[in-house]
């Protein structure tokens, strides 16, 4: 088993989802004592159960990323339990849905950039705190190849992924002097429930012709594992990462890459 995040405590959000279970197991193996958050404290249930069957270190917490006191309180929780926070995974997100802008509702606009751009912001703050005060550590915030590029229909997914990438270069530029680096991680569509949803969005009429279509388009012919978003995600966390900072990492099989 590796040891390489011995010592070290990492808040990961959204950790009940399809990339933050993965992540949040990846860091406990390695090592770190988790503080696993997500809004669906059933999910969340679930994956503290397993992780603590397997002799981890996890605190759970029902918390909205999108609310300033909630997440106050998931790094209060986090020195309390832990003595302290090295590592902020922000993972939690949401699609929104799929519609052209015309017809997109303001509500659920206004809900994706809550919870994809100020939770993202939120984290930040409160965490950044704590891992000053640990004489640095390491941010990864999960932004998307929709931080990059467009796609029709998506345009509060793709406004709020531009942004968490803007949101990271600026805690970057902030941050690099007291030792914490602050990278974003692209992923292309990963299997799982976003892209299941997003597919049945895109073609409701016929959602397994969207993931063919979805997955003919990658140039390795195939959407990505979270085993492969996680394995960048623990990357950038890590000490062999030690001069990465302000980056956005596509982890997308070449899919930006080409026309
Ligand atoms: N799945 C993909 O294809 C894909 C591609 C690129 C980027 N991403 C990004 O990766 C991240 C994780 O995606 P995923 O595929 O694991 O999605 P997912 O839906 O499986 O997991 C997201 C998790 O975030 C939680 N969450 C949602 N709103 C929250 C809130 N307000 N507070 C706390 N938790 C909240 C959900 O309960 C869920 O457990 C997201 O930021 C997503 O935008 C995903």
Redesign the pocket.
């Known amino acids: 088993m590796s040891t390489v995040f011995e010592g070290k405590v990492a808040i990961v ?9 993965v992540t949040a197991r990846q860091f406990c193996e390695g090592g770190a004592r988790l503080v696993a ?4 404290g059933r ?2 249930t679930t994956l503290t159960d397993a992780l603590t069957r397997d002799g981890h270190d996890v605190l759970g917490l029902t ?5 300033t006191a ?1 997440m106050a309180h998931v790094v209060d929780q986090a020195r309390r339990a832990f003595g302290g926070v090295d590592i902020l995974v ?6 929104g849905v799929v519609e052209p802008i015309e017809s997109y509702p303001d509500d659920v606009f206004d809900r994706v950039m ?3 751009v100020k ?1 993202v912001f939120l984290g930040m703050k409160h965490a950044v705190p704590a891992i000053q005060a640990r004489g640095g550590g390491a941010i990864i915030n ?5 931080g990059v590029s467009g796609s029709a229909g998506v345009c509060a ?1 793709n406004a ?2 531009h942004a ?1 990438i803007g949101l990271t270069r600026s805690a970057a530029a902030q941050l690099g002097a007291v030792g914490i680096r602050v990278n974003a ?11 299941t ?2 597919e049945t969005g895109f073609m409701p009429e016929d959602p397994a012709a969207a993931r063919a279509a979805g997955e003919a388009n990658n140039p390795m012919q195939r ?2 594992q ?1 085993e492969e ?1 996680a394995n960048l995600v623990t990357y950038l966390a890590g000490p062999t990462a030690s001069f990465l900072n302000g980056g956005a990492y596509m982890v997308d099989g070449g899919l930006t890459a080409k026309l």
């Open positions: 959000t959204g950790a009940a989802g399809e990339i933050g279970a958050v997500d809004l669906d999910g969340l918390a909205d990323v999108s609310a909630d922000n993972n939690a997100g949401v699609e809550a919870i994809n939770g999960l932004a998307s190849v929709a997914y709020s992924k968490v991680v692209c992923p292309a569509p990963v299997t799982g429930r976003m892209i949803s997003l959407y990505a979270p978003v």
